[in-house]
């Protein structure tokens, strides 16, 4: 089989297949700037793309429909953690992704980001077809989602508006410890209780968290609280939400937090896996 290397994109040219990497998005801080006239909130964000990553591979269909199919590579096996659950397949990022590229292709997604888990997994998925597609348009990824534009280049990056303005950082080598909670949380809820509780006066003073979601989605999904503790617990560390969650993650090495072979915690009779991963540099 002859194959080579593509930026994070395997070819395969026998078979016409194309092997490509959707790293995941870690948000290392977040911060609320506002509201746009049409609901969208402005976000002043600091992103990195992680070793995390799913797998597409993709074979091109120029003269039949877009076909998807999509398999988990959980810790553990589905159902010993949590089900695969990524809705239908005509709302999905990556048959969108297809769509505003104009190009049909047979799609075989391997999911090892989990859905509602606040680390783009959608976005890096969608991104990684625009890279196959050879599309840099910053408009089509932002079309798609917010998170997208960033995820179309990866690394590390300050993300400022709703998240199609992208301002590339030096890359740096770091290392995290993620807890992946057996359940996800709804993005758009988390964004409206952020409203409510800024409308009542309830949020947190402004700087006196990393991620300023953090009290909104605590506050949409009360079980994140005994995660969080578990995670401080275990590591001595302070958590930090992943986005809007369901991720906390505490950076450093996994050893170095006295985590050593561990890979679950359990609370309330559930367990979560623990995931130790890096940054990964720019260019999927």
Request: glycine fraction near 16%.
């Amino acid at each position: 089989m002859a194959t080579g290397d593509l930026g994070g994109i395997v070819s395969d040219q026998r078979a016409t297949r194309e092997v490509c990497t959707a790293p995941a998005k870690l948000t290392v801080s977040l911060r609320v700037t506002g509201v746009r006239d049409d609901g969208y909130h402005l976000l002043d964000a600091e992103m990195v793309t992680l070793g995390l990553a799913d797998t597409l591979e993709i074979t091109p269909a120029p003269d039949g429909p877009a076909a998807l199919e999509v398999v988990a590579d959980w810790p553990g096996g589905v159902g010993v953690w949590r089900e695969l659950s990524v809705g239908p397949v005509g709302d999905n990022l990556v048959t969108r992704a297809l769509a505003a590229t104009g190009r049909s292709a047979g799609v075989r997604l391997v999911k090892r980001i989990p859905p509602g888990a606040g680390l783009g997994g959608g976005s890096a998925d969608a991104a990684a077809v625009l890279r196959w597609a050879g599309c840099a348009d910053p408009g089509v990824a932002a079309g798609l989602g917010a998170d997208v534009p960033f995820c179309l280049g990866g690394g590390r990056a300050r993300v400022t508006g709703i998240g199609e303005v992208v301002e590339p950082l030096p890359y740096e080598d770091r290392s995290f410890v993620l807890l992946l909670p057996p359940f996800g949380v709804d993005t758009v809820a988390v964004y409206r209780a952020y409203d409510r509780l800024a409308a009542d006066g309830r949020l947190p003073p402004p700087g006196t968290a990393v991620n300023d979601l953090e009290a909104a989605a605590l506050h949409v999904e009360p079980r994140l609280a005994g995660w969080f503790r578990a995670l401080a617990e275990a590591t001595g560390r302070t958590p930090r939400l992943a986005g809007s969650g369901s991720t906390w993650f505490v950076e450093g090495d996994a050893a170095a937090l006295g985590l050593g072979g561990r890979k679950w915690l359990e609370v309330d009779g559930q367990r979560a896996p623990l995931v130790a991963t890096g940054t990964s540099p720019p260019g999927g």
